[in-house]
């Protein structure tokens, strides 16, 4: 089953910053959070992990809680073509090498 | 850019019928992965691979195999298809130890369809 809590929607002005949350209370300390998203009619493709501290690349940002129990997924400046589902994925580095998705968040990036 | 690649993006075949799904990755990555993905359902996990003729069931393995042979190449096989095993099916690829420094790689998907 997966570890996560994810709202099931989510809208966002384009152009805005979009905030994506995600709940992992059962987080354990060997456990990354990944964030992966799917476009429609494509398969899912890799954004950000993280562990404990805050990450940053060139697509989004991550934020995790000090107690690491959430974490912030965020597109600083979100496009139409951001409109996607969002998985947020917790999985332990060095143990079982799958992912278990759950059912994600759609983010829908309106004009 | 291609670096996984399924064989099929659409297929239309015959219930009773053997199906191969092909997945190929050119990155040599040793884990190979396939998942089917349903409305409502999410991503599910049929199979697995570590390494060449290396195999572990995932969460949904009945009515299907696979076969690793050549460690690009990781094959799914449905015995016999059936109309519940209509569903887009994607196959992914990773580096073991960190899930890759860039996690998994998906292939476009191959839509099954079983009438």
């Known amino acids: 089953d997966a570890k996560t809590t994810q709202p099931t929607s989510m809208d966002c002005a384009e152009g805005r910053a979009a905030n994506l949350p995600c709940n992992h209370s059962t987080i354990s300390g060997n456990e990354y959070v990944y964030w992966y998203r799917q476009i429609h009619s494509q398969g899912p493709q890799y954004i950000i992990h993280?562990?404990?501290n805050n990450e940053t690349n060139e697509m989004a940002s991550l934020i995790i809680t000090e107690d690491r129990k959430s974490s912030t997924l965020i597109l600083p400046h979100a496009t139409l073509r951001d409109t996607a589902v969002y998985y947020c994925i917790v999985r332990e580095q060095g143990g079982s090498e799958k992912l278990v998705f759950g059912k994600g968040m759609k983010l829908t990036v309106n004009p | 850019d291609v670096k996984v690649t399924q064989s099929s993006r659409y297929l239309v075949k015959r219930t009773g019928e053997k199906v191969f799904l092909e997945c190929v990755q050119d990155?040599?990555?040793?884990?190979m992965f396939w998942y089917r993905q349903d409305p409502g359902l999410g991503l599910r996990l049929i199979y697995f691979s570590y390494d060449v003729k290396m195999k572990e069931k995932g969460d949904i393995p009945e009515g299907y195999s696979v076969s690793r042979e050549k460690k690009e190449r990781f094959s799914l096989i449905l015995e016999s298809a059936s109309t519940n095993q209509t569903s887009m099916y994607l196959c992914?690829?990773?580096?073991?130890?960190?899930?890759?420094?860039?996690?998994?790689?998906f292939g476009s998907g191959t839509r099954l369809t079983v009438v």
């Open positions: 992914a690829s990773s580096r073991p130890g960190t899930g890759g420094v860039y996690g998994y790689t």
């Open positions: 993280g562990l404990k």
């Open positions: 990155m040599d990555h040793e884990n």
